[in-house]
């Protein structure tokens, strides 16, 4: 099962997500920011994100518990977000991961497309190549991607 996240999800989602500013998880919970997903009544994953330019929204967090990982929970977890955002009418969403990570090839399985990259080299912030991903995805009840198409 995948909800949004509830204040008493506070230290699951902690136990996985060390980057959220504990003073930002009341406004993600409130803005409906962010999810959790169960297996019974266990949590074994999240996702966050927000929305770029304050208009696409942008995926900042996906994890799945070590214990977890390799069978399918991410993808499932993506695909929820994907079909909320659309159901929410945008129709492009975005991701980034570090360039060492692996997590830029699961995102293209999906369908997200190179877009970008940053690079940070100023300490503190320094870190690896930011690499941008993007997916155009049509709103529900459109037909490629214009309103009312075909009807």
């Known amino acids: 099962?995948?909800?949004?996240?509830?204040m008493e999800d506070k230290e699951f989602w902690y136990s996985l997500d060390r980057h959220l500013p504990e003073r930002?998880?009341?406004k993600k919970v409130a803005a409906g920011q962010c999810y959790v997903m169960t297996e019974g009544e266990e949590p074994v994953g999240l996702l966050r994100y927000h929305?770029?330019?304050?208009?696409?929204?942008?995926?900042?967090?996906?994890?799945?518990?070590?214990?977890?990982?390799?069978?399918?929970?991410g993808k499932r977890l993506m695909a929820h977000w994907e079909a909320d955002m659309r159901a929410q009418g945008w129709d492009l969403l975005m991701t980034s991961t570090?360039?060492?990570?692996?997590?830029q090839h699961f995102y293209r399985k999906l369908g997200y497309q190179d877009c970008g990259a940053l690079f940070l080299d100023i300490p503190p912030y320094a870190?690896?190549?930011?690499?941008?991903?993007?997916?155009?995805?049509?709103?529900?009840?459109?037909?490629g991607g214009k309103e009312g198409a075909g009807e």
């Open 1 to 6: 099962m995948i909800r949004y996240a509830r």
């Open 127 to 143: 870190q690896p190549a930011e690499l941008f991903l993007r997916k155009p995805i049509a709103p529900l009840g459109t037909v």
């Open 24 to 26: 930002e998880f009341p």
């Open 98 to 103: 570090q360039a060492d990570e692996t997590a």
């Open 51 to 73: 929305l770029f330019w304050d208009s696409i929204p942008f995926c900042t967090m996906l994890v799945v518990r070590q214990d977890r990982r390799g069978k399918g929970y």
